[in-house]
């Protein structure tokens, strides 16, 4: 019998009784966040929030809401995401569309955000006017979320796929965030300066290491976003190039890093002219943003 099968085409159950019972075959599927998967997408199943879905946890469910849930939660039991089933991911609390050509915003990403308001912080106030970069900016995540905080910022997010753009374009909009624009381009390649502030989590795993991935990125990320070369620096050496003839005095570049990055990408930085902070943790106690100033 597939995996499902017996939760799918069983009688007629509760709400409630429908997730538990979710829950229990992501878990015995090894989904890492079983409870969470099985609520958000019976949730999104039936077009109940939390609150709603709560409320009427004991309400019998019709054959087509069953069938509705069971078709979301076997595309999960495939290892598709949750925030790819419901096309949407929270991240610096704001809630972002998102599709095939982008990655699925990580938590870990908001450190860059993190360091980016500090590099910010360090040099006036968050008031003032503000020229943001985003170099692959995928669904907009970074730069939205600064444009979030920084209100006489205005920000500019590049992609090579127009897909990505799209989705970007659409989040600004629903975020009433009109300050943001969005360009077709490699990296910086068809940015003028210069800019205050230039961010980015470009490609970095190496491209030998991506079949060990989770199959929850391996299968459903993009490879595009994924893929840093050989050595997984591809791109740092690409906006080590670009980025100092960008970025005006005193201002901060904020890129996203991999495990065990932190001291190659800090040698391509400093031979191009940049002074280095010390890497920022993510809550793992990972390093995982690095910043670089130009002094000069």
Same mark, same amino acid.
């Given at each position: 019998?597939? =995996? !499902?099968?017996?939760?799918?085409?069983?009688?007629?159950?509760?709400? +409630?009784? $429908?997730?538990?019972?979710?829950?229990?075959?992501?878990?015995?599927?090894?989904?890492?966040?079983?409870?969470?998967?099985?609520?958000?997408?019976?949730?999104?199943?039936?077009?109940? +929030?939390?609150?709603?879905?709560?409320? @009427? &946890?004991?309400?019998?469910?019709?054959?087509? *809401? =069953?069938?509705?849930?069971?078709?979301?939660?076997?595309?999960?039991?495939?290892?598709?995401?949750?925030?790819?089933?419901?096309?949407?991911?929270?991240?610096?609390?704001?809630?972002?569309?998102?599709? +095939?050509?982008?990655?699925?915003?990580?938590?870990?990403?908001? %450190?860059?955000?993190?360091?980016?308001l500090a590099a910010v912080d360090r040099h006036g106030p968050r008031r003032r006017e503000l020229r943001i970069a985003d170099l692959g900016t995928g669904s907009g995540a970074i730069v939205l979320a600064l444009l979030s905080e920084l209100d006489n910022a205005l920000g500019?997010?590049?992609?090579?796929?127009?897909?990505?753009?799209?989705?970007?374009?659409?989040?600004?909009?629903?975020?009433?965030?009109?300050?943001?624009?969005?360009? $077709?381009?490699?990296?910086a390649a068809a940015l003028c300066g210069p800019f205050d502030l230039i961010v980015s989590n470009p490609p970095y795993i190496p491209s030998a290491d991506i079949a060990a991935? @989770?199959?929850?990125?391996?299968?459903?990320?993009?490879?595009? &976003?994924? /893929?840093? #070369?050989?050595? !997984?620096?591809?791109?740092?050496? &690409?906006?080590?190039?670009?980025?100092? $003839?960008?970025?005006?005095?005193? !201002?901060?570049?904020?890129?996203?890093?991999?495990?065990?990055?932190?001291?190659?990408? %800090? !040698?391509?930085?400093?031979? $191009? #002219?940049?002074?280095?902070?010390?890497?920022?943790? /993510?809550?793992?106690?990972?390093?995982?943003?690095?910043?670089? *100033?130009?002094?000069?």
């Amino acid at each position: 019998m597939p =995996a !499902g099968a017996g939760v799918a085409t069983s009688q007629a159950r509760t709400i +409630d009784a $429908a997730r538990r019972a979710w829950a229990e075959e992501f878990r015995a599927s090894g989904v890492e966040s079983p409870q969470l998967d099985a609520r958000v997408l019976v949730g999104h199943a039936l077009g109940l +929030d939390h609150a709603a879905l709560a409320a @009427s &946890a004991t309400r019998l469910l019709s054959a087509s *809401e =069953a069938n509705a849930i069971a078709a979301l939660t076997r595309r999960r039991l495939a290892r598709e995401p949750v925030a790819r089933i419901v096309g949407m991911k929270e991240f610096w609390g704001l809630n972002l569309h998102i599709n +095939d050509a982008t990655l699925v915003p990580r938590p870990e990403t908001e %450190t860059v955000v993190e360091a980016a308001l500090a590099a910010v912080d360090r040099h006036g106030p968050r008031r003032r006017e503000l020229r943001i970069a985003d170099l692959g900016t995928g669904s907009g995540a970074i730069v939205l979320a600064l444009l979030s905080e920084l209100d006489n910022a205005l920000g500019i997010g590049t992609d090579r796929d127009p897909r990505a753009l799209a989705v970007a374009r659409h989040n600004a909009r629903q975020l009433g965030l009109r300050r943001a624009r969005f360009v $077709a381009c490699d990296l910086a390649a068809a940015l003028c300066g210069p800019f205050d502030l230039i961010v980015s989590n470009p490609p970095y795993i190496p491209s030998a290491d991506i079949a060990a991935l @989770s199959p929850e990125v391996r299968l459903f990320d993009p490879r595009a &976003a994924l /893929d840093g #070369g050989a050595d !997984g620096l591809e791109f740092y050496r &690409a906006i080590a190039a670009a980025v100092p $003839a960008l970025l005006g005095v005193g !201002g901060a570049m904020v890129v996203e890093i991999g495990i065990n990055q932190a001291e190659p990408v %800090t !040698g391509l930085f400093a031979a $191009a #002219g940049l002074a280095l902070q010390p890497p920022r943790p /993510d809550l793992n106690g990972v390093p995982r943003a690095l910043v670089a *100033e130009k002094c000069a």
